[in-house]
């Protein structure tokens, strides 16, 4: 298990914004790729969006899409997620997942839809967010 922290989450409000960050200590996310969850109280984790060790592939559930976008940041080992014109329906706690890129294993299922959960070997320990109904 390797450390990631998320950070950025908090309350807003409907139609409002928030920057939620995933940090990498002590090993480069260049080489893995990575992908966002959330829960939702009394609900299954579900994948958000996802990225590929290159940046190259990117893919998000199709209620996020429009709205979410994720990216990478090598000189801060960091994968963010930009999340704006937010729903009562994203409040949830959001999770940070990376998993070692196999050749062009993930650079190409990404293209098609997000790696499942139990692909995921690495998780941080969340950050909630909460929009206001």
């Known amino acids: 298990q390797l450390p990631l922290v998320e950070s950025g989450g908090g309350l807003v409000q409907p139609g409002g914004s928030l920057r939620l960050s995933c940090t990498a200590f002590g090993f480069p996310l260049d080489h893995y790729a990575v992908a966002w969850f959330r829960q939702a109280p009394g609900k299954e984790r579900e994948g958000v969006a996802c990225?590929?060790?290159?940046?190259?592939?990117?893919n998000y559930v199709d209620s996020v899409k429009g709205r979410f976008t994720i990216a990478r940041n090598s000189a801060l080992n960091a994968i963010f997620l930009h999340s704006d014109s937010l729903k009562p329906e994203d409040t949830g706690a959001y999770y940070c997942a990376a998993v070692r890129e196999r050749g062009s294993y993930f650079h190409l299922q990404i293209r098609t839809a997000c790696p499942p959960l139990s692909d995921f070997n690495n998780w941080g320990q969340g950050t909630q967010v909460t929009v206001l109904s």
């Open positions: 990225i590929s060790s290159n940046g190259g592939s990117r």
